[in-house]
């Protein structure tokens, strides 16, 4: 008889923060000012469809409803990848990123802004990037 372990491959700090992000719903208090934009985050976050974590189980495209019964592998592989940190892989986050950088921060429009999560497996070799 032998031992059977663990099925899921072993998951490292920065998988398991990518992941932990990946499953949380967005903060949307920065969006309080507009009652309009912030109803229609909530909304569509709250989709059977399209809305929530992006690891959920998934929908059928031959059957229309909310039904979500086919197996999703992301998670699995997100826990797969090979992060070699010897080569900069690792879990990057790059906060209020400008969109456009011709846009003015102080106009009637503002500029548009984004937060970036990033799971690099490595940066070994630049050029295929």
């Known amino acids: 008889m032998g031992c059977s372990g663990s ?48 690891l959920l189980p998934i929908g059928s495209s031959d059957k229309r409803g909310a039904l979500r019964h086919k197996k999703n592998n992301t998670e699995a592989d997100i826990k797969a990848l090979p992060i070699n940190y010897l080569y900069g892989g690792g879990y990057y986050t790059l906060k209020h990123v400008q969109h456009n950088p011709n846009e003015e921060v102080d106009s009637e429009a503002g500029a548009m802004f984004s937060d970036i999560f990033l799971l690099v497996e490595s940066i070994e070799d630049l050029e295929k990037m």
């Open 7 to 54: 099925k899921l491959p072993p998951t490292d700090e920065h998988v398991k923060t990518c992941i932990e992000m990946l499953q949380k719903k967005p903060n949307t208090k920065r969006f309080k000012k507009d009652l309009d934009l912030l109803k229609a985050i909530d909304s569509c976050y709250a989709s059977n469809v399209y809305g929530g974590s992006m």
